[in-house]
């Protein structure tokens, strides 16, 4: 690993989701030079969506790969430059912060995390196949997508009984698949899913397979008691996965502040513990986890990073 580092930037933006291009359209049009290191998926999860209906200006929808491209040339266009490796390490413990990009070193005087997290999958051969296709993570985002069809739900937890009652506002049927013979959620999550006559369960019942059409995408699941090792195909529309996510933040542990999942503590907007790294997006959020609220913090990250170079008086 060389020792040497190139010349200083201004700001080094990690991850190219919404949050990640968002904080480099601010930053370039502050003047912060930044350089934008795209990580394993560029573009973000939004690059695996194929319809997004609740971005606004955008009434009627739009891929999400074009969302990210023209995110990207927005951000290009302000002068922000790309870097298509992944980050290999990184250094906080003095300014200016060190960064290698494979074994390349960047210094950078602000650092804005925006990494993201990724969903917990169920480790079936053809999920992430079926992304997009009948296969989802976020009820908010493709719930609308199945008014008076059949759904599936798999989980136990907060996340998946409000995705439950959010679900049942548009499909005919709301089937929780948990593998428990009781929930984790909190009594009143589970009381308002419980007492919501479009929703069942099924208890101690684990997904084993997805069956699905070349053309029409999901169109059912395997389901196997675990218990009595009984096995069953039920028919669905729509496969949602609520197991949690798992942030992006392991090149980070032990440098800056985390909560017990390994999310990145911030206050007073975008600030981590430690001055001049900030953190947006999802890598910090474990609760909304919108494209539109990662974008928001992306602007609030490249705007407090602008105004902490000006009080070092950097030009």
């Given at each position: 690993?060389?020792?040497s580092c190139?010349?200083?930037l201004?700001?080094l933006i990690?991850?190219s989701?919404?949050?990640g291009?968002?904080?480099a359209?601010y930053a370039?049009?502050s003047?912060?030079?930044?350089l ?19 971005f606004p200006?955008?009434?009627e929808g739009i891929?999400g790969?074009?969302l990210m491209?023209r ?7 302000f ?9 290999t390490?990184?250094d906080?413990?003095?300014t200016?912060?060190?960064v290698?990009?494979?074994?390349q070193?960047h ?6 995390i ?7 999958m169920?480790?079936l ?6 992304y ?11 719930g ?6 059949e759904?599936?739900i798999v989980?136990?937890g ?5 995705e439950?009652?959010f679900l049942?506002?548009f ?7 948990h593998r428990r ?8 999550l589970?009381?308002?899913a ?7 369960f099924?208890?101690?019942t684990?997904v084993?397979?997805?069956?699905s059409?070349?053309?029409t ?8 008691n675990v ?10 529309h729509?496969?949602?996965v ?8 392991d090149?980070f542990?032990?440098q800056?502040?985390m909560d ?5 503590l ?13 953190a947006a ?8 986890r ?10 609030t ?6 105004r902490y ?5 950097v030009?």
């Open positions: 690993m060389p020792q190139d010349s200083i201004q700001t990690l991850g989701g919404p949050a291009l968002t904080a359209i370039a049009r003047r912060c030079c930044p934008v290191v795209h990580g394993r998926q560029p573009g973000g999860q939004l690059t695996t969506t194929t319809v997004i209906d609740n200006g955008f009434p891929d790969n074009e491209d995110m990207r040339r927005q951000a290009e266009r002068g922000t430059q790309f870097a298509e490796e992944e980050v390490r990184v906080l413990k003095k200016p912060f060190r290698w990009v494979g074994d070193c210094q950078c005087r602000t650092l804005i925006a990494t993201g997290a990724s969903p917990r169920l480790g051969e053809n999920e992430w196949d079926l997009g296709r009948g296969v989802s993570v976020c009820a908010t985002c493709d609308f997508f199945y008014k008076e069809k759904v599936v989980g136990g907060d996340t998946a009984m409000e439950a009652s049942a506002r499909a005919s049927r709301v089937t929780v698949v013979d009781e929930l984790r959620a909190s009594p009143p589970q009381k308002r419980m007492e919501n006559k479009k929703i069942d099924r208890w101690d684990v084993t397979a997805i069956h059409d070349p053309q995408g999901v169109t059912g699941v395997r389901l196997k218990k009595s090792g009984e096995e069953e195909d039920f028919s669905c729509g496969l949602f609520a197991i949690g996510h798992n942030p992006n933040t090149l542990k032990g800056l502040h017990q999942d390994g999310y990145i911030t206050h007073d907007g975008c600030r981590t513990s430690i001055p001049g790294v900030f997006g999802d890598v910090q959020d474990p609760n909304i919108q494209a539109i609220t990662a974008a928001g913090s992306g602007c990250a490249a705007m407090q990073a602008a170079l000006d009080d070092l008086g030009e």
